[in-house]
């Protein structure tokens, strides 16, 4: 197993090399002069150019640059935002939790709501149950995170008036973006876990169980469902690029503070330090978590770590 | 008389059903999905609508009527008009043109790109293969609208930068699925013996082995096309991708966003048009995965 | 568990009662209580500046909330009444160099040092020194010369020139800050946490969601204009910033705010018409909502006709329904309607005529081409309107596009933010910019038309020397009289120079909920003062 740790921690390391020179490349890969970036509302001569480029090392050869980011970025400095003059790092800080909450929260919903669904869709097949739930599924594959939102505002907010419909704090604040977010991932878990149940359900070992005489419940809960977890485990770490992509949107719709929305606000303000932050940050914590979910992975199922 | 199902120098292989040929098949067990069917008569809905939409558009969809705005659906606007007063359905058939074909192309050029490359990467292996490998693992670990939002902020919001940001973000899956294939071949007597026969590298990759990637593509690239569309709108949505006034279903519904407690249709319809292409889009795709190959099944 | 005695029920009940009577006694007591208390939730419709320091933000925003913290020298409830603030009592040379305060005694900041003719010169010589970076603080201020300390409670500003306009605008982004603060602190903190004298104090700031200030306990020198005089009766006040105007409006309803400003024209019907909510609509002095075109660009815009053609085609009408859902007034002049100095006869210089329009284009040359954009020489008719990316700009920008397009005209709008808009102009990229200008005094018109301004707000890029004379003796002498036929004539010549395509006079909309009272709006209908508010049960 520990072998198996460091093997993966090792193949982390050109990942994360790769998403920094990446990153890095964003600054430079804008066309027009990466200068009038840091230039601001003050008008500008060659030769104040000149010295803003200097100053800012972008005169320096690309890999000298691409070193003294990379250098700087490991000890946690990814520069200052061009707004607030705050380091980037500070700013992703305050807002990360944010993020995490609502992740957590649609991850949570996403496994309770497509499990449930996938279980009993598989144990009612071919009844109405089974044909609503997955035409539940199929329309929350189809539906996008930003017009579910905006539909679940408009019912549970403004005509009902149950919820609020911004910000943070509370769980009431929480309900809305975590079930927008996590319906997709639900529908998409819904279906995996109906068909590996379904799967499992006509192995020999399950009928031979049941020849043995054990009850049918006791079949269903020991059998098949540990084996449709491993399927849904996969699927999990896969949602998660998807959740953390939608939470982009839903931060956004529900004025929630979160790197998602940190992330906007700068594109669209065109505050690079914090885009590259950003963009970094995520792409640093989502390889993470993704290796900390193939190692639970392969904790659970042996046969991952020999591959 | 019919040729037995064997194993063929060029294209497809089959095992034998009765002496029904492969293609028939297919569209056989298609016909019978009932996914396949009704995904299938939407999607053409929606397309022969939006092709359409210079013939069936009722207004201009950019004129604006500044002195009626958000008027609530009528007989005269079915789909009410917008804070300019503009005729909602006709934006919605003109922009249905911008978003879905952002969907395609996106697709196209991720599975144009994405093919090649795993072609060349299964094929090739060793050094190819790892290189290739890595470069699908760097895209991977953006997770997928953050990856086409950085490209978007890079390049700049238009209209292809926008397909290029989508397209790159949806490589990986058709390299993988790409790479998986010719690694399963590789090794078959068919391509073994082209070898020996002479054929170039080349050769063998795109006419022996490519045509055994078609039906897993078809079906990722059908789902793809639905994803591509989510997530241009999604760009758009957010005001990195079409602007207006021109109209497009993402810019539409963040529109529509401002007004929804007083004016529910001008984000409604936008948001119900991109939920229905997509679902027939999906269906459709679920429908092609059973009919090409039934063990695809998740 | 037994029976309870007797003696139990008897020391229980005398629990109780002593401590009733603690809690009554505690309500009796003078000094502490103040009715009512608690907290008032205050919806801003715009997120601050990134700085809350009032001589270094440009934003109103900003401003409505260091207002209760940094207090002015007077106060001016109505356009061109004056009360006293921190300033007792003053006076104002008849050339407008010389203002004199005399100041109030036995004020202290927040961080306990004394109020006093330091504080104010301290304050006022920090808007004109580089390194503060002052923002708005620094236009409003206009040619201050230095502030001589006569004693510590008397105080003269000099200005270099006779400025007219700066009593009114002493009430905003030249709060009186505490220099020990400044000092101490050092800019970047201040910035987060300014220290005045008001009855507010802040307690914090979490960027982009709210600001929350408490009550100044030590507090004891209200203004005359006010109805007490101690603490304020709020314990808190939380500003929470949610730009979205039908959320916003969604937490007056749910009571999760108490008072909101910025009210959005959609919720505007709904609201005056519930008794639980009142609507609170004032029109403001000053520059209206208006384009402001370059008339030094190289483009089609350069000319006086194509720039009429404009004036003639905006549907003025139109972008009040469809920008502000009727709720605005439509413009005629650059001056909104309660400024000093209005000239009513502006109002038949243009009219809405896009048939005329069309006409003085065809005249000047400009043929109708094939994409329905006008030409004229192989050139198109293209005029370039960069604009902040903000919702409501971006509204107006595309009704008036909507309206050019139809006599052919190809606005290209451009949505930017601010660093990339600012550079745009100092370039002198652009034809066409919005300009917003709340001001208590017509001399707004200078800040807008003045050649000396073209690097600032006279986007329009106007040198016209007549013109500047105009202003400068209208800003110079306190005759009223001359004053309006001064800015008469300034009205009208600009707007047959067509640098200017007025287009809405602002209304300013706040609502709160009934329960709230004691609240006011300053002239500028820009700044509500809640040191009087009760939230009354």
């Given at each position: 197993m520990l072998r198996y740790i460091i093997q993966r921690l090792l193949q982390l390391i050109p990942i994360l090399i790769g998403i920094s020179v990446l990153t890095f490349l964003m600054l430079h890969l804008?066309?027009?002069?990466?200068?009038l970036i840091f230039a601001g509302d003050k008008p500008m001569t060659e030769e104040r150019a000149a010295e803003i480029r200097h100053q800012l090392g972008l005169d320096r050869p690309l890999w000298v640059q691409y070193g003294d980011y990379a250098a700087h970025a490991v000890r946690g400095d990814l520069g200052r935002g061009?707004?607030?003059?705050?380091?980037v790092l500070d700013s992703i800080l305050e807002v990360a939790p944010g993020t995490t909450q609502l992740t957590l929260a649609a991850l949570a919903l996403a496994t309770i709501l497509g499990m449930t669904l996938g279980i009993l869709a598989a144990l009612a097949r071919g009844t109405w149950l089974d044909t609503a739930a997955m035409t539940f599924a199929i329309l929350g594959v189809s539906m996008p995170v930003f017009y579910s939102s905006l539909l679940m505002i408009l019912l549970?907010?403004?005509?009902?008036?149950?919820?609020?419909?911004t910000g943070q704090g509370g769980v009431a604040r929480l309900v809305m973006p975590a079930t927008a977010l996590g319906m997709i991932s639900a529908a998409v878990l819904a279906r995996l876990v109906r068909s590996g149940m379904l799967a499992v359900l006509r192995q020999e070992y399950v009928v031979t169980a049941r020849a043995k005489g054990l009850a049918p419940r006791v079949v269903v809960l020991r059998h098949a469902l540990k084996n449709a977890l491993i399927p849904t485990i996969t699927m999990l770490g896969l949602q998660l690029g998807a959740l953390l992509g939608g939470a982009v949107v839903t931060e956004t719709i529900f004025s929630r503070p979160g790197v998602g929305r940190l992330a906007v606000d700068a594109i669209l303000s065109r505050d690079f330090p914090l885009v590259q932050g950003t963009v970094l940050f995520t792409a640093v914590a989502y390889v993470l978590v993704n290796l900390l979910v193939d190692i639970s992975y392969a904790a659970i199922d042996p046969r991952v770590r020999y591959q | 008389m019919r040729e037995p199902a064997a194993v063929r120098l060029r294209g497809r292989r089959w095992p034998a059903r009765g002496g029904r040929s492969p293609a028939r098949e297919i569209l056989r067990r298609l016909g019978r999905s009932r996914s396949a069917l009704v995904g299938g008569a939407l999607l053409l809905a929606i397309a022969l609508a939006v092709i359409l939409a210079p013939a069936?558009?009722?207004?201009?969809?950019?004129?604006?009527?500044?002195?009626?705005?958000?008027?609530?659906?009528?007989?005269?606007?079915l789909m009410g008009t917008d804070r300019f007063g503009r005729d909602i359905l006709s934006r919605i058939l003109w922009g249905g043109r911008l978003s879905m074909s952002v969907g395609v192309v996106a697709v196209g050029i991720a599975a144009c790109s994405g093919v090649v490359l795993g072609l060349v990467s299964g094929y090739y292996g060793r050094r190819t293969d790892v290189v290739i490998m890595r470069l699908v693992d760097l895209l991977l670990a953006f997770p997928g609208i953050l990856l086409a939002l950085a490209i978007v902020a890079t390049l700049g919001a238009t209209l292809p930068n926008l397909m290029i940001a989508v397209g790159i973000s949806a490589i990986p899956e058709y390299v993988r699925v790409a790479r998986g294939t010719v690694l399963s071949l590789k090794e078959r007597e068919f391509v073994l013996a082209a070898r020996v026969v002479g054929c170039s590298d080349q050769t063998i990759i795109f006419?022996?082995?490519?045509?055994?990637i078609t039906a897993p593509l078809t079906v990722l690239a059908t789902l793809g096309i639905a994803a591509a569309i989510i997530t241009g709108s999604a760009l758009s949505f957010l005001g990195l991708g079409i602007r207006p006034p021109t109209p497009e279903w993402g810019n539409m519904l963040a529109e529509g966003r401002e007004f929804?407690?007083?004016?529910w249709w001008v984000a409604f319809f936008p948001g119900l048009a991109i939920m229905l292409a997509v679902l027939s889009i999906n269906l459709l795709g679920d429908g092609l995965r059973d009919a090409l190959d039934p063990r695809l099944r998740p | 568990m037994g029976r309870v005695t007797r003696r139990e029920v008897i020391a229980a009940a005398g629990a109780w009662i002593g401590a009733a009577g603690l809690a009554a006694g505690g309500v009796l007591r003078p000094a502490a209580a103040a009715p009512g208390g608690g907290t008032l939730v205050y919806g801003l419709g715009f997120d601050l500046d990134d700085t809350m320091d009032p001589q270094v933000t440009d934003f109103d925003s900003t401003i409505r909330v260091t207002l209760n913290v940094c207090e002015p020298l007077v106060w001016e409830p109505t356009p061109g009444h004056f009360v006293p603030a921190l300033a007792e009592s003053w006076d104002v040379s008849p050339d407008a160099k010389v203002y004199t305060f005399r100041l109030r005694k036995g004020v202290r900041f927040h961080d306990g040092t004394p109020f006093g003719a330091e504080a104010v010169k301290f304050t006022m010589d920090r808007v004109v020194?580089?390194?503060?970076?002052?923002?708005q603080s620094h236009d409003q201020l206009g040619p201050y010369d230095h502030t001589e300390i006569v004693d510590d409670s008397t105080v003269k500003i000099v200005m270099k020139d006779g400025y007219a306009p700066l009593l009114t605008n002493l009430?905003?982004?030249l709060g009186i800050v505490s220099p020990a603060a400044v000092k101490k602190m050092g800019l970047a903190d201040f910035a987060r946490h300014p220290v005045g004298t008001g009855p507010f104090m802040v307690k914090e700031w979490v960027p982009k969601d709210h600001i929350t200030l408490v009550r100044?306990?030590?507090?004891?020198?209200?203004?005359?204009?006010?109805?007490?005089?101690?603490?304020?009766?709020?314990d808190q006040v939380m500003f929470k910033i949610i730009p979205e105007g039908s959320v916003r409006a969604g937490t007056l309803k749910t009571g999760e705010t108490q008072y909101i400003d910025d009210l959005d024209p959609l919720e505007y019907a709904g609201l005056r018409n519930d008794p639980r909510f009142v609507v609170i609509g004032r029109g403001q002095p000053g520059s209206g909502f208006v384009l402001l075109l370059n008339?030094?660009?190289?483009?089609?815009?350069?000319?006086l006709a194509v720039r009429r053609a404009i004036a003639f085609a905006v549907d003025r009408e139109g972008l009040n329904k469809s920008v502000f859902h009727g709720l605005n007034k439509v413009a005629?002049?650059?001056?909104?309607?309660?400024?000093?100095?209005?000239?009513?006869?502006?109002?038949?210089?243009?009219?809405?005529d896009p048939a005329k329009a069309r006409q003085i284009l065809e005249e000047a040359g400009w043929k109708a081409g094939g994409d329905g954009i006008r030409e004229k020489g192989g050139q198109k008719l293209v005029v370039d309107f960069p604009i902040i990316g903000r919702p409501r700009d971006k509204a107006m920008a595309e009704s008036v596009q909507a309206s050019l397009r139809d006599v052919g005209i190809d606005l290209k709008v451009t949505p930017l933010e601010r660093g990339a808009f600012r550079a745009l102009v100092r370039q002198n990229r652009y034809d066409v910019n919005f300009m917003w200008f709340s001001y208590g005094d017509p001399d707004v018109l200078r800040t807008i038309f003045?050649?000396?301004?073209v690097e600032a707000f006279n986007r329009g890029r106007y040198q016209v020397p007549d013109v500047d004379k105009m202003l400068e003796e209208a800003a110079a002498t306190t005759n009223l009289n001359r004053r309006a036929a001064l800015y008469s004539r300034i009205q009208q010549r600009v707007l047959r120079d067509a640098v200017v395509v007025p287009l809405v006079d602002t209304i300013t909309y706040n609502a709160k909920r009934?329960?709230?009272?004691?609240d006011m709006i300053d002239a500028l209908a820009s700044y509500v003062w809640l040191y009087d508010v009760q939230v009354k049960k």
């Amino acid at each position: 197993m520990l072998r198996y740790i460091i093997q993966r921690l090792l193949q982390l390391i050109p990942i994360l090399i790769g998403i920094s020179v990446l990153t890095f490349l964003m600054l430079h890969l804008i066309p027009g002069d990466p200068v009038l970036i840091f230039a601001g509302d003050k008008p500008m001569t060659e030769e104040r150019a000149a010295e803003i480029r200097h100053q800012l090392g972008l005169d320096r050869p690309l890999w000298v640059q691409y070193g003294d980011y990379a250098a700087h970025a490991v000890r946690g400095d990814l520069g200052r935002g061009l707004r607030s003059q705050r380091p980037v790092l500070d700013s992703i800080l305050e807002v990360a939790p944010g993020t995490t909450q609502l992740t957590l929260a649609a991850l949570a919903l996403a496994t309770i709501l497509g499990m449930t669904l996938g279980i009993l869709a598989a144990l009612a097949r071919g009844t109405w149950l089974d044909t609503a739930a997955m035409t539940f599924a199929i329309l929350g594959v189809s539906m996008p995170v930003f017009y579910s939102s905006l539909l679940m505002i408009l019912l549970f907010s403004f005509t009902l008036g149950w919820l609020p419909a911004t910000g943070q704090g509370g769980v009431a604040r929480l309900v809305m973006p975590a079930t927008a977010l996590g319906m997709i991932s639900a529908a998409v878990l819904a279906r995996l876990v109906r068909s590996g149940m379904l799967a499992v359900l006509r192995q020999e070992y399950v009928v031979t169980a049941r020849a043995k005489g054990l009850a049918p419940r006791v079949v269903v809960l020991r059998h098949a469902l540990k084996n449709a977890l491993i399927p849904t485990i996969t699927m999990l770490g896969l949602q998660l690029g998807a959740l953390l992509g939608g939470a982009v949107v839903t931060e956004t719709i529900f004025s929630r503070p979160g790197v998602g929305r940190l992330a906007v606000d700068a594109i669209l303000s065109r505050d690079f330090p914090l885009v590259q932050g950003t963009v970094l940050f995520t792409a640093v914590a989502y390889v993470l978590v993704n290796l900390l979910v193939d190692i639970s992975y392969a904790a659970i199922d042996p046969r991952v770590r020999y591959q | 008389m019919r040729e037995p199902a064997a194993v063929r120098l060029r294209g497809r292989r089959w095992p034998a059903r009765g002496g029904r040929s492969p293609a028939r098949e297919i569209l056989r067990r298609l016909g019978r999905s009932r996914s396949a069917l009704v995904g299938g008569a939407l999607l053409l809905a929606i397309a022969l609508a939006v092709i359409l939409a210079p013939a069936l558009s009722p207004y201009n969809p950019i004129k604006a009527n500044q002195r009626s705005p958000l008027d609530p659906p009528s007989a005269a606007h079915l789909m009410g008009t917008d804070r300019f007063g503009r005729d909602i359905l006709s934006r919605i058939l003109w922009g249905g043109r911008l978003s879905m074909s952002v969907g395609v192309v996106a697709v196209g050029i991720a599975a144009c790109s994405g093919v090649v490359l795993g072609l060349v990467s299964g094929y090739y292996g060793r050094r190819t293969d790892v290189v290739i490998m890595r470069l699908v693992d760097l895209l991977l670990a953006f997770p997928g609208i953050l990856l086409a939002l950085a490209i978007v902020a890079t390049l700049g919001a238009t209209l292809p930068n926008l397909m290029i940001a989508v397209g790159i973000s949806a490589i990986p899956e058709y390299v993988r699925v790409a790479r998986g294939t010719v690694l399963s071949l590789k090794e078959r007597e068919f391509v073994l013996a082209a070898r020996v026969v002479g054929c170039s590298d080349q050769t063998i990759i795109f006419r022996h082995i490519l045509p055994n990637i078609t039906a897993p593509l078809t079906v990722l690239a059908t789902l793809g096309i639905a994803a591509a569309i989510i997530t241009g709108s999604a760009l758009s949505f957010l005001g990195l991708g079409i602007r207006p006034p021109t109209p497009e279903w993402g810019n539409m519904l963040a529109e529509g966003r401002e007004f929804l407690r007083h004016a529910w249709w001008v984000a409604f319809f936008p948001g119900l048009a991109i939920m229905l292409a997509v679902l027939s889009i999906n269906l459709l795709g679920d429908g092609l995965r059973d009919a090409l190959d039934p063990r695809l099944r998740p | 568990m037994g029976r309870v005695t007797r003696r139990e029920v008897i020391a229980a009940a005398g629990a109780w009662i002593g401590a009733a009577g603690l809690a009554a006694g505690g309500v009796l007591r003078p000094a502490a209580a103040a009715p009512g208390g608690g907290t008032l939730v205050y919806g801003l419709g715009f997120d601050l500046d990134d700085t809350m320091d009032p001589q270094v933000t440009d934003f109103d925003s900003t401003i409505r909330v260091t207002l209760n913290v940094c207090e002015p020298l007077v106060w001016e409830p109505t356009p061109g009444h004056f009360v006293p603030a921190l300033a007792e009592s003053w006076d104002v040379s008849p050339d407008a160099k010389v203002y004199t305060f005399r100041l109030r005694k036995g004020v202290r900041f927040h961080d306990g040092t004394p109020f006093g003719a330091e504080a104010v010169k301290f304050t006022m010589d920090r808007v004109v020194a580089p390194e503060t970076k002052a923002g708005q603080s620094h236009d409003q201020l206009g040619p201050y010369d230095h502030t001589e300390i006569v004693d510590d409670s008397t105080v003269k500003i000099v200005m270099k020139d006779g400025y007219a306009p700066l009593l009114t605008n002493l009430n905003g982004y030249l709060g009186i800050v505490s220099p020990a603060a400044v000092k101490k602190m050092g800019l970047a903190d201040f910035a987060r946490h300014p220290v005045g004298t008001g009855p507010f104090m802040v307690k914090e700031w979490v960027p982009k969601d709210h600001i929350t200030l408490v009550r100044n306990p030590e507090y004891a020198w209200g203004s005359s204009l006010f109805k007490h005089q101690g603490p304020p009766y709020l314990d808190q006040v939380m500003f929470k910033i949610i730009p979205e105007g039908s959320v916003r409006a969604g937490t007056l309803k749910t009571g999760e705010t108490q008072y909101i400003d910025d009210l959005d024209p959609l919720e505007y019907a709904g609201l005056r018409n519930d008794p639980r909510f009142v609507v609170i609509g004032r029109g403001q002095p000053g520059s209206g909502f208006v384009l402001l075109l370059n008339v030094t660009s190289k483009g089609p815009i350069g000319a006086l006709a194509v720039r009429r053609a404009i004036a003639f085609a905006v549907d003025r009408e139109g972008l009040n329904k469809s920008v502000f859902h009727g709720l605005n007034k439509v413009a005629w002049s650059p001056l909104m309607r309660p400024t000093f100095g209005y000239d009513p006869s502006t109002e038949r210089i243009y009219s809405f005529d896009p048939a005329k329009a069309r006409q003085i284009l065809e005249e000047a040359g400009w043929k109708a081409g094939g994409d329905g954009i006008r030409e004229k020489g192989g050139q198109k008719l293209v005029v370039d309107f960069p604009i902040i990316g903000r919702p409501r700009d971006k509204a107006m920008a595309e009704s008036v596009q909507a309206s050019l397009r139809d006599v052919g005209i190809d606005l290209k709008v451009t949505p930017l933010e601010r660093g990339a808009f600012r550079a745009l102009v100092r370039q002198n990229r652009y034809d066409v910019n919005f300009m917003w200008f709340s001001y208590g005094d017509p001399d707004v018109l200078r800040t807008i038309f003045h050649s000396a301004n073209v690097e600032a707000f006279n986007r329009g890029r106007y040198q016209v020397p007549d013109v500047d004379k105009m202003l400068e003796e209208a800003a110079a002498t306190t005759n009223l009289n001359r004053r309006a036929a001064l800015y008469s004539r300034i009205q009208q010549r600009v707007l047959r120079d067509a640098v200017v395509v007025p287009l809405v006079d602002t209304i300013t909309y706040n609502a709160k909920r009934a329960e709230v009272q004691g609240d006011m709006i300053d002239a500028l209908a820009s700044y509500v003062w809640l040191y009087d508010v009760q939230v009354k049960k």
